[in-house]
């Protein structure tokens, strides 16, 4: 399903990736004349690797178009100008039946070549992803032996400004720890810049004292830190994860499902019983492994043991697809019912509307291993 988009595509800039969206208009602006971006890009067709890539929750008639058996896909979208985005673009469905012969339609190039063939392979990859976390897609190309630059990866600018004082809080305790806990030594501002510089330049010097505060050598530290960056940003992320699941677990349990009839009946209990669990189970080992982070971090600060965070940052990418199919797959659930019980009155749908929607809810929560996928 190809069509023509007028709407202002610049409400898609978010300065690199999110959960959401892969905003290479951005990342091109940012990093188009380094070597990396050049040798090792996302895509090898040169107008692809100038778009936007999205999470799209489906509407009715999409839902229709792709097989109604789909509550989100994954759209490509290519601007008509490279400086004027509010003049649209053209997208395209990647789950499309027709997506490859549009896609090579729109770009000019015949299905054969061998660019257009590996960019449609990584865009298919992509979709079998529950989001774009840029951790989340890290680990899963290093794992798939994908090389692609590290610029694809830098965390939005939106997101970033966010998430710095959460981080920043961390590492105004880690800092004081490393200079001997000093009330005067660090102010939250200074850490704020060092937030920010950690999520930007892992390498930069202003985070040496970082490095002798966790007694690792240069390259277990660029090893190590993309784990503790990654966790930081799924424990920051967690706390709204939880509010919006509790919120959908609250409606779950008070829904009430008009016009089932005998077994029927027996089946949907079923199915919203399943979702809950689910949820939970997934929300459970989740937490379980930031719990396990914040304890090590806080045997580092009360005893001045740095094995126990530098043992966790060197596990921490090991984790990552587990943590980002878990975070994904919870705010994909809370996220579509949001946008469907949005304006309607009353907890109640009828048996038609909770068999096309909660039977996509249990599958999208069943337990997988992306790991295994790359």
């Not at 990396?36 to 799209?56: C, E, Q, S, T, Y």
């Not at 000019?108 to 590996?118: I, K, L, Q, R």
């Not at 501002?189 to 010097?205: I, P, R, T």
Request: glycine share 8%; proline share 2%.
């Amino acid at each position: 399903m190809a069509k023509d988009s007028f709407g202002k595509l610049s409400f898609l800039k978010r300065g690199g990736s999110t959960s959401r969206v892969i905003d290479l208009v951005s990342i091109k602006e940012r990093f188009g004349e380094t070597t990396g971006w050049a040798i090792d890009p996302m895509f090898r067709m040169g107008r692809l690797n100038k778009g936007f890539v999205v999470k799209h929750t489906l509407r009715a008639w999409e839902r229709e178009h792709l097989g109604g058996d789909k509550t989100s896909a994954t759209k490509v979208i290519i601007p008509i100008s490279d400086t004027n985005l509010d003049l649209g673009g053209h997208s395209i469905f990647v789950e499309d039946p027709n997506f490859e012969r549009q896609l090579a339609e729109h770009l000019g190039v015949t299905t054969d070549n061998p660019d257009f063939s590996t960019d449609v392979s990584r865009l298919r990859a992509l979709a079998g992803l529950p989001s774009f976390d840029p951790y989340l897609l890290h680990e899963f190309f290093r794992r798939a032996g994908e090389h692609i630059d590290n610029c694809y990866f830098v965390i939005s600018d939106s997101e970033l400004r966010k998430i710095t004082e959460y981080v920043a809080n961390q590492i105004d305790t880690l800092v004081r720890k490393a200079v001997g806990g000093g009330s005067d030594v660090a102010t939250l501002a200074k850490s704020k810049k060092l937030a920010k510089v950690l999520f930007e330049d892992e390498d930069s010097e202003q985070l040496v004292v970082l490095r002798e505060a966790l007694r690792m050598t240069a390259q277990e530290y660029r090893d190590g830190v993309f784990g503790w960056k990654g966790t930081l940003y799924y424990s920051w992320r967690s706390a709204d994860c939880y509010a919006e699941l509790v919120a959908f677990l609250k409606d779950l349990k008070g829904l009430r499902v008009i016009g089932l009839m005998g077994e029927d009946r027996a089946e949907m209990r079923t199915i919203m019983t399943n979702i809950a669990q689910l949820s939970m189970g997934r929300w459970n080992r989740l937490k379980s492994q930031l719990d396990t982070y914040h304890n090590e971090f806080n045997i580092f600060v009360q005893r001045g043991d740095p094995a126990a965070l530098k043992s966790f940052m060197t596990r921490a990418p090991e984790l990552f697809v587990e943590m980002g199919e878990d975070l994904g797959r919870l705010q994909h659930v809370s996220s579509y019912w949001k946008f469907w019980t949005k304006g309607r009155r009353g907890q109640s749908m009828t048996a038609q509307e909770a068999f096309d929607l909660l039977p996509d809810f249990e599958a999208a929560l069943q337990m997988t291993d992306l790991r295994d996928a790359a």
